[in-house]
Structure formats: structure tokens, C-alpha cells
């Protein structure tokens, strides 16, 4: 396309200027904070005082534990919500991947709100359990690490079947039906064929899902309130309240890590499955 790799260079490097402009600058000169000292130099004190907390280890702990979590459920229901779409004529896929895609397109706090008027005391939820006999009182829900897990997973599934999707879309049509002959039964079909060939979907999808939980403030702050912190919430705190730049610092840092890591494991898996492979062969 282009006649040389200068001449791409040069119509890229306005763009790569305007991000690090706006973007990667301001985002370097947040995380320094966290690792300045009062005489200006550098230290990883700050650091040590966060996780010396154990207000701080638990919030930590509890923001990687529904993390991974939602993560994990929405990939389990992603794989078979997204095969049941694929399997579907032309016109059928499309409306139901709108159904999909159509969440996404309402705003956060309105699909967070609308889980207090469902997940409360005189919710759907607690008025069912009364009348099915299972609770003759209503339950706390709300303000819970399951409200917050729900709340996470209904607005983060999407992302995980529109990856799933354009996998299974990418892959051989013949695989499944050869497997099938072959005398394979479904979980080996789906252990040894349509993971490893839908594996860069379900990074993607993993990966958007994972970071979405450690970066949404919304629905943490509405269904968890402010006895059930995470990180992000956290983060609120100590600038709103505490006017704490530092510790705001050292949560950003630790977020950001946490979101690299997280993509850093999903490929290094799906690349040590098939080193296993083809080591099998």
C-alpha cells in the first residue's frame, strides 16, 4: 500500500503524537506520583503502605475474585450462547446477535439501576422467594459481592459472545461434524476442537471482560454501595473524599498491571495448549 515504511511512518506519527499528547503523558505522570518520595526521589514506599492495610488487601483480593469470576462464568455462558447463534440460518443470527448488541447501546446506570428495583427488598427476586416458600423474610442482596457479581456479568456478557462469535464464525464449518464421526463426544469436541481454534476469541473476549470488571465504577458503587469496596471505588474515595493523589496513584498502577497481566496468562494458556499439542503430535 505504501512505497516505503517511511511514507507510513509519517501519516501515522500525527496520530501516535495526539495519543501521547492526551493520553499516555498525563497517564505516566499520574502513576509517578505513586512512586515519588517527599524529597523528590524515588521509592516503592507508597506501595508497601497500600498493601500493608488490610482494608486495602481485602478490597484488592475481592476486586481479582470477582474479576475472575465474571470472567469465567461469562465464558462458559458465552460458549454456549454463541455456538447456538452460529448454528442459526442467516436471518435469525442477525436478529439475535441484535439482542446481543442491544444491551450496549443503554447507558450503565440505567441497566445498574434497574438491577436495585429487581435485586431489592421488594424486588422480583425476594417477592419469588416469598412466594415459592423458599424465604419467609426478604434477603439482602443488595450491597453484596453478588449483587456487584451479577450487575458485572449482565453488563460485561456481551463483549464475551460477540468475541465468541467472530471465532466460531472463523473456524472450519467441517470440524465439529468430523469429530463427531470420528466417535468424539461433545466435551471432547469442545476440549479439543472448537477451544483451540475459537482461542483468540475467547483471549479477546476474556481480556474485555476482565478489564471491564477492574475499570467499571458504576454498577460497584450503586449494587456494592460503600461497604463493599473495589478497587475502583476505592480509587473514588481517595481523591473525592480523602484528596489522596498518591494512593489514587498506586490503585491506578495496580489496575493497569492487573489488566496487562490478565492478557498476558489468557495468551500465555492458549499458547502453552498448543505447544501441548503440537508436542502430542
Not at 468475541?163 to 464421526?181: C, G, Q, T, W, Y
Not at 467499571?216 to 460503600?226: C, D, F, N, V
Not at 491506578?252 to 499439542?277: E, G, H, P, W
Request: proline share 4%; glycine share 6%.
Amino acid at each position: 500500500m505504501f512505497q516505503n515504511r517511511a511514507e507510513a511512518f509519517a501519516l501515522a506519527l500525527p496520530a501516535a503524537i495526539f495519543a501521547a499528547a492526551v493520553f499516555i503523558v498525563p497517564v505516566l505522570i499520574l502513576l509517578s506520583d505513586g512512586f515519588r518520595s517527599l524529597d523528590g526521589g524515588w521509592t516503592l514506599a507508597a506501595y508497601g503502605e497500600f498493601f500493608s492495610s488490610p482494608l486495602n488487601q481485602a478490597v484488592f483480593l475481592r476486586t481479582l475474585k470477582l474479576g475472575a469470576l465474571v470472567t469465567v462464568v461469562s465464558a462458559v455462558i458465552g460458549y454456549a450462547a454463541a455456538f447456538s447463534i452460529v448454528s442459526l440460518s442467516p436471518a435469525a443470527k442477525g436478529r439475535m446477535t441484535g439482542l446481543v448488541v442491544l444491551p450496549l447501546m443503554i447507558s450503565p446506570v440505567a441497566r445498574t439501576y434497574a438491577w436495585i428495583v429487581i435485586l431489592g427488598r421488594t424486588g422480583i427476586v425476594n417477592q419469588a422467594f416469598q412466594v415459592l416458600g423458599l424465604s419467609e423474610a426478604p434477603l439482602r442482596i443488595l450491597f453484596s459481592e453478588t449483587a456487584i457479581f451479577i450487575g458485572l456479568l449482565q453488563l460485561f456478557l456481551p463483549l464475551m459472545i460477540i468475541s465468541l462469535i467472530s471465532a466460531l464464525e472463523n473456524m472450519p464449518k467441517d470440524a465439529v461434524p468430523a469429530a463427531r464421526v470420528l466417535g468424539a463426544n461433545w466435551f471432547q469436541v469442545f476440549w479439543k476442537v472448537i477451544l483451540p481454534l475459537t482461542k483468540e476469541g475467547l483471549v479477546i473476549g476474556g481480556t474485555l471482560v476482565f478489564t471491564g470488571c477492574l475499570t467499571a465504577y458504576i454498577t460497584p458503587a450503586i449494587l456494592g454501595g460503600s461497604k463493599v469496596l473495589m478497587l475502583e471505588t476505592l480509587m473514588y474515595q481517595q481523591v473525592a473524599v480523602s484528596n489522596n493523589f498518591v494512593a489514587a496513584s498506586v490503585i491506578a498502577c495496580i489496575l493497569i498491571v492487573m489488566s496487562f497481566a490478565a492478557n498476558l496468562l489468557l495468551k500465555r494458556v492458549a499458547t502453552a495448549r498448543n505447544t501441548q499439542r503440537k508436542a502430542a503430535r
